[in-house]
């Protein structure tokens, strides 16, 4: 929002893998989102190919997956940074998240490797995913030309709405 980010909406789904992924394709294409960034460590790794092969067998066509990671960044680094982020209003939260990412952070502990961190670790990430896939974030404009609709004048009409 204004080259601001912003947790708006948060979506949690518990569920078999294979109905996972159904459920982020449906939810990708109810939102018009473009870009799907799965974390690159352990099982989430393969997320990624089978959400392109889902999308394959449903002719889901609009849908790009990327993996995303820290790098050589600590999981307790990249907490603070979230933190400071949120500090810092770099990251905003919306009303509707407000109270579940504040109760993440207040429980998260760094001495303990099995934190509930899922939302935190969305947040610190989308940064990097705008930074790394600005352009795959663009919602496409995809018509061929037979499909494009021109004006008595032989001017193209440009179709209005969400994109």
Not at 30 to 43: H, I, M, Q, S, T
Not at 135 to 163: H, N, Q, V
Request: with cysteine; net charge negative; aromatic share 8%.
């Amino acid at each position: 929002f204004d080259g601001e980010l912003v947790t708006s909406r948060t979506f949690q789904f518990l569920g078999t893998a294979p109905a996972l992924v159904h459920y982020l394709i449906d939810l990708t294409l109810e939102y018009n989102v473009p870009l799907v960034a799965c974390e690159a460590y352990g099982y989430q790794r393969t997320l990624v190919q089978w959400i392109d092969y889902v999308c394959e067998q449903r002719g889901v066509a609009s849908l790009h997956v990327v993996p995303i990671d820290r790098g050589m960044k600590s999981k307790n680094a990249a907490m603070l940074t979230l933190l400071k982020a949120v500090m810092k209003n770099e990251i905003l939260l919306h009303s509707r998240v407000r109270s579940a990412v504040l109760k993440q952070i207040r429980d998260y502990d760094p001495l303990l490797r099995d934190n509930t961190d899922d939302l935190l670790d969305t947040m610190y990430y989308a940064p990097l995913v705008v930074l790394m896939h600005s352009r795959d974030i663009l919602l496409p404009l995809e018509a061929s030309y037979a499909e494009l609709e021109l004006d008595s004048a032989g001017e193209l009409i440009i179709p209005t709405g969400d994109y």
